[in-house]
T-cell receptor, first 110, second 113 residues
Framework: QKEVEQDPGPLSVPEGAIVSLNCTYSNSAFQYFMWYRQYSRKGPELLMY????GNKEDGRFTAQVDKSSKYISLFIRDSQPSDSATYLCAMNTGGFKTIFGAGTRLFVKA | SQTIHQWPATLVQPVGSPLSLECTVEGTSNPNLYWYRQAAGRGLQLLFY??????ISSEVPQNLSASRPQDRQFILSSKKLLLSDSGFYLC????????????FGDGTRLSIL
């Protein structure tokens, strides 16, 4: 079993839709949770960073962590074509290494 | 503010040739530095990380090596490239002794012919 599981998609939605991206994990020691956005031929860009359980909102993006279920989500409201990218979840126990999901490809159709 | 530079952006090399990819970070001191490889449709594979000058930890036995000759410089090398070394190579940095997330460069796309 992989430490972090993420559905690779692709996920295709119409412009304006609410997008839900998810990851599950197996290591209960993870405390720090991140979402990165990666455009084609570019490096991952940090979108959201949360510690422990709960919600964090930044503009159209909301990150949600449920440590009891070992499940994290990223919600994108009012999705735009410019949101079309690959979204990577990532998590860390507090040490040197971060574990990344394989990424979900998202297409937002105009 | 901190910035990270990786070059070249793309590289085409013949099998058996040497490799040198460079990464530099500006605006921070004593960062943790990382090299990853990303294969199409797959996650990020950690290759090396470094917590200081000359300190390199290898995660995957392979045809590659890394060096950190200066505090903010990280180099990925190979003496003889294999076809399987093709991929997208990413450098990342993180504030040392913190739980802050990693930040990535824009990567080098390496094609081996």
């Amino acid at each position: 079993q992989k430490e972090v599981e993420q559905d690779p998609g692709p996920l295709s939605v119409p412009e304006g839709a609410i997008v839900s991206l998810n990851c599950t994990y197996s290591n209960s020691a993870f405390q720090y949770f991140m979402w990165y956005r990666q455009y084609s031929r570019k490096g991952p860009e940090l979108l959201m960073y949360t510690y422990s359980s709960g919600n964090k909102e930044d503009g159209r993006f909301t990150a949600q962590v449920d440590k009891s279920s070992k499940y994290i989500s990223l919600f994108i409201r009012d999705s735009q074509p410019s949101d079309s990218a690959t979204y990577l979840c990532a998590m860390n126990t507090g040490g040197f290494k971060t574990i990344f999901g394989a990424g979900t490809r998202l297409f937002v159709k105009a | 503010s901190q910035t990270i530079h990786q070059w070249p952006a793309t590289l085409v090399q013949p099998v058996g040739s040497p490799l040198s990819l460079e990464c530099t970070v500006e605006g921070t001191s004593n960062p943790n530095l990382y090299w990853y490889r990303q294969a199409a449709g797959r996650g990020l594979q950690l290759l090396f990380y470094s917590v200081g000058i000359g300190q390199i930890s290898s995660e995957v036995p392979q045809n590659l090596s890394a060096s950190r000759p200066q505090d903010r410089q990280f180099i990925l090398s190979s003496k003889k490239l294999l076809l399987s070394d093709s991929g997208f190579y990413l450098c990342a940095w993180r504030e040392r002794d913190t739980n802050q997330p990693q930040h990535f460069g824009d990567g080098t796309r390496l094609s081996i012919l």
